[in-house]
């Protein structure tokens, strides 16, 4: 069996296998990694490979299979950084890896949640894991802003340390789902309009994704029909 008959026949599963994992990386892995419990880190990398393979295989096309390597190839170097001199290097190293990988992720995800036929229980999952997949995007963004300007948030230090991934996941769920609790603030405006624009997003998809499935939905009845 071919990659294109194994993304025919599984491409649906695929987007609630990748809503798993991720979900699992940011709502477990990081808060445990958090804690300091360094066996989480090996975990995550393990994660991150079969999320890798999962877009790749969903996507099947030669961008995504080197943008995928790519991001791979990030990851481990950053990670090997990390266990001999941790530094911004390998900071920077993991937020391109993720951009990488949220971008195709994103990209991949949209095409299959939103393309015409039946509104499947898989492809509304899928739109749940876009909704994830922007809030990793945005925490890259946040990484590369709070690198180049140390300053750039108050109450959230960008430093290597087993913390900062689930700082920058909570602080990026705060703004995109407009909850802010005060505690982490953007102060750089590049920062502030990073937020602003992850905000606006927060509330438009959810009105605009309704409207696209209830609209796929009746698509599909009427060819039936």
């Not at 987007?15 to 991720?22: A, F």
């Not at 509304?124 to 997949?133: D, E, M, P, Q």
């Not at 909570?170 to 909850?179: D, E, I, K, P, R």
Request: a neutral charge; aromatic letters at 10%; glycine letters at 6%.
């Amino acid at each position: 069996m071919n990659i294109g008959e194994l993304r025919e026949r599984w491409g649906d599963s695929l987007l609630t296998v990748l809503t798993v994992l991720i979900v699992i990386m940011m709502f477990v892995v990081a808060p445990l990694q958090a804690l300091g419990l360094f066996e989480f880190q090996v975990f995550e990398l393990l994660l991150a490979l079969f999320l890798v393979a999962g877009v790749f295989l969903m996507s099947g096309s030669a961008f995504a299979m080197v943008a995928m390597l790519t991001a791979l190839a990030m990851i481990v170097a950053g990670a090997i950084l990390r266990l001999h001199a941790p530094s911004i290097l390998d900071l920077n190293l993991f937020a391109g890896a993720w951009l990488l990988v949220g971008v195709t992720m994103a990209v991949t995800v949209a095409r299959a949640t939103f393309a015409p036929g039946r509104v499947t229980y898989h492809r509304v999952i899928g739109a749940i894991l876009l909704y994830f997949t922007v809030a990793v995007i945005f925490a890259a963004l946040y990484t590369f802003i709070g690198t180049l300007v140390p300053t750039a948030f108050s109450g959230m230090k960008i430093a290597d340390s087993p913390t900062l991934a689930s700082q920058l996941i909570y602080f990026s769920f705060a703004t995109l789902t407009t909850t802010g609790y005060g505690d982490v603030a953007p102060l750089h405006p590049i920062a502030r309009s990073l937020c602003n624009v992850e905000a606006i997003f927060g509330q438009l998809y959810p009105a605009t994704l309704l409207a696209r499935l209830v609209t796929l939905e009746l698509a599909h009845r009427d060819r039936d029909s």
